[in-house]
């Protein structure tokens, strides 16, 4: 995607109360997460192979805060409690729609639930390959790439980790299991949206 067309998404997610931002390079995320994560804050996460590709993790991991470390963690089921009242949340999104909104699926819900209400500062980190035209793109995106490749990954006995495509099944390890549309925003700037120019995640 153009950076012209990278900066009208990025007008909509600001109609949408949204704060966004673009970095052209991971020299460029890790300026604007310095500036957004302060020092000694507490900071949680949500599940992400794009913050993993574009080394957040261990970036965060370096900083002078309290991280709520679920990968490191021995409990967690705590960790994720605790990223509900962080003072930050990061996290990526599944879709980013050009019309400024954000599509999530998730499976037990410790993402969406922080991204939707607790944290005060929430940080979407999305790389340009997830944004689609609409929420219809972004359902199709997730069903037939996002969430086969991440059954495949987690080693998930449901027919999308075998096929590549959603099936809408039943089975207990299904990871589909709530769906969130983020738009417009009641607090103005709570939710921050770095668009990343390169190719990250599912």
């Not at 900066?7 to 052209?24: C, D, G, P, T």
């Not at 729609?97 to 999530?104: A, F, P, V």
Request: a negative charge.
């Amino acid at each position: 995607m153009s950076t012209s067309n990278i900066n009208k998404v990025i007008e909509r997610l600001e109609k949408n109360n949204m704060s966004a931002y673009f970095a052209s390079d991971r020299e460029q995320l890790f300026c604007i997460l310095s500036e957004l994560i302060p020092d000694g804050c507490t900071v949680g996460h949500g599940g992400s192979v794009t913050l993993d590709e574009c080394g957040v993790f261990d970036w965060l991991r370096q900083r002078d805060i309290c991280f709520y470390d679920r990968d490191r963690s021995d409990d967690i089921d705590e960790c994720m409690r605790k990223s509900m009242t962080a003072d930050v949340f990061v996290c990526s999104t599944n879709a980013v729609t050009e019309q400024g909104e954000l599509y999530n699926v998730d499976g037990r819900g410790n993402r969406v639930s922080a991204m939707i209400y607790g944290p005060a500062s929430v940080i979407v980190i999305a790389g340009a390959n997830k944004i689609v035209p609409d929420i219809s793109h972004a359902v199709k995106r997730i069903e037939r790439m996002a969430a086969p490749m991440n059954a495949a990954r987690l080693h998930t006995n449901t027919p999308c980790a075998m096929t590549g495509e959603c099936a809408h099944c039943s089975c207990a390890d299904r990871i589909c299991c709530n769906y969130v549309v983020m738009s417009h925003q009641r607090k103005p700037g709570r939710i921050k949206v770095i668009l990343l120019d390169e190719k990250l995640g599912y």
